[in-house]
Every structure is written in C-alpha cells, then in structure tokens.
C-alpha cells in the first residue's frame, strides 16, 4: 500500500510519525473519510468544507482542506484504485521534546501532520440492495462536540466493542435530555427512521451531532426527510431505521435490542434511500468528468 505523509507518497512499511505526535499522544487531530468512485473523490467539497470548519474551531492552523483534492487524486493513482474510501488524517504536530510534549496547550510552530491512505471498496454501482443488520441501543458516552470530526473515538470504539458482545453489528446511540432520552448517532453512522411513514433525521443542533456528507446528500435527493428530535421510543416502534454514512453507505437495521424492525427485513424507505444515494454519487462523478469516466 502506498501512503501519503506530509505531502510525500511513500510505501506504507516507510512512514514514519514521531511518537510524539499529538494526534498520538493526545488524539489531538481531525479526519476525513472520502469516497472515490470511478477513480474520482465524491462530495469532495462537502468533504473539504466540514474539514476546515473544524480546523478554524479548534484552531490547528497551517493546513487547509482544500489541498485534499490534489492530495487524493494522487493517492488514488498511486495505488490504482478507482474504487475505493479514502482516509485522510490532520494532527496538530509534533513537539520537539524540550518543547514540553506532554503540555496541553501546544508550541505555536508547530507544522501538522497530514496522512492519507486508500482502501478498496465495491463500486457503487454495486450496491443494489441495503444490507441488513442488527442494532443495540446505547448511552451516548462521548464527548459534547459531536460536530467535530475528531480522531478522539474511544467512545465510538467502546459502543462498537459493546454492541459486538450484545451479537449485534452496530450500536445506535441515544442521550437523555429534558424531553427524555433522544437518538443521537450510530458508532459510526447518522441514523433516519420512518415514522409512521415520514421519514426523520435528528437534527445537528437537537442532538450535537456530525454533520454527515452522507446524510446531507440524502436531505438534499429526499427533502421530505424531516430533521428534528428522534426520541428512543419512536425509534423502538419505527417502520424502518437506517443507518448511513461515506462508508456504510445506507444499511438497513432489522434487528433492535433483539427485536424486529417492521417486517424485519430492509424495507421500501430503506431501499428509496440507497437508491437515492447511488445516483446522487454517480451524478456527482459525472458533473465532475463531464460525463467520461475512467472508472
């Protein structure tokens, strides 16, 4: 695997970052992950917009999001992919060690350390069915920021870990606020239930959560999604419930806390959504390449 670090492409057993790096030491970063489809970026400007969002939030300065498209395209030819998620990771820097590694508050000349590499996926074309799993809920334990993309994912590790011990795939997350306990987010995933019919969406300021590119592209093809709180009991009698990100893409929960969703197989909302999906990517390879494509 050919990776890229600090702007070089090297193989992958050859990058090397200092292990006092704050992304390392401290988690102290930010992250993308991108999917290239026909060996283009898809939603890249979606991608780049939350990233530096986050990057003047939390004020790790010295880099900026937009270079991720060079970046990528490089990447992807490196390792002559066409189909594939593409992780790209920014850290504040490393320290040298009489500069106080282990203090909070970082050295002001610090250059970041950017890192990228590339894994294969199906095309999407691929996808002409939601895969069906199973689902625990669970307390949200993670920090208030959701709307960070951070490399801090203790929190979503340990919810993963969990709801594997419960023989379930994923784990769907709720937090208790003044009108009950509400969805959040899966480990690693925005969810949408069909309630009654309509589906529903948590919004990003009801619930502190990532702004999904995957949830944004499906609210822009779907408008009749509806953002707004989602509580734990809606979600226990929902039609359907999804989960949907870069990666995942839309999986379809038929399982919750060992109880069937609906008819207890992917449904028709399910379905409308991955299809929506699919081609709001591939017309966004074609805007791109004006209608070639050298996937």
């Not at 990057?55 to 991720?68: K, V, Y």
């Not at 691929?126 to 625990?136: E, F, G, N």
């Amino acid at each position: 695997m050919i990776v890229h670090l600090n702007g070089k492409l090297l193989d992958a057993r050859d990058a090397k970052i200092s292990p006092f790096d704050r992304g390392f030491l401290f988690g102290d970063g930010l992250y993308e992950g991108i999917r290239a489809t026909h060996g283009h970026a898809v939603a890249l400007p979606q991608h780049i917009e939350r990233m530096n969002n986050a990057l003047r939030e939390i004020g790790l300065s010295g880099f900026d999001a937009r270079s991720l498209e060079p970046l990528t395209t490089e990447l992807l030819r490196a390792n002559n992919l066409a189909e594939a998620f593409v992780y790209w990771q920014v850290t504040r820097g490393t320290p040298a060690p009489q500069q106080g590694p282990r203090d909070r508050v970082p050295p002001n000349n610090l250059a970041p350390t950017v890192f990228g590499f590339v894994e294969s996926v199906p095309a999407v074309e691929s996808y002409t069915a939601p895969r069906a799993i199973k689902a625990v809920l669970l307390p949200d334990v993670r920090w208030s920021l959701g709307h960070i993309k951070a490399i801090t994912l203790l929190g979503s590790v340990l919810a993963s870990q969990e709801a594997q011990q419960h023989g379930a795939d994923d784990a769907i997350l709720f937090r208790d606020g003044p009108n009950g306990a509400c969805i959040t987010e899966g480990s690693a995933t925005n969810v949408i239930a069909s309630i009654d019919g309509q589906l529903v969406t948590p919004g990003l300021r009801d619930a502190s959560i990532l702004p999904g590119v995957t949830r944004r592209l499906l609210i822009e093809a779907m408008p009749e999604i509806r953002q707004r709180p989602l509580s734990v009991a809606e979600l226990r009698s929902a039609d359907e419930i999804m989960l949907a990100g870069t990666r995942t893409m839309v999986a379809s929960v038929v399982q919750l806390d060992g109880k069937p969703v609906g008819a207890g197989r992917p449904g028709p909302k399910s379905h409308a959504l991955l299809e929506a999906l699919c081609a709001r990517l591939l017309a966004d390879i074609h805007c791109s390449t004006g209608g070639m494509s050298n996937g």
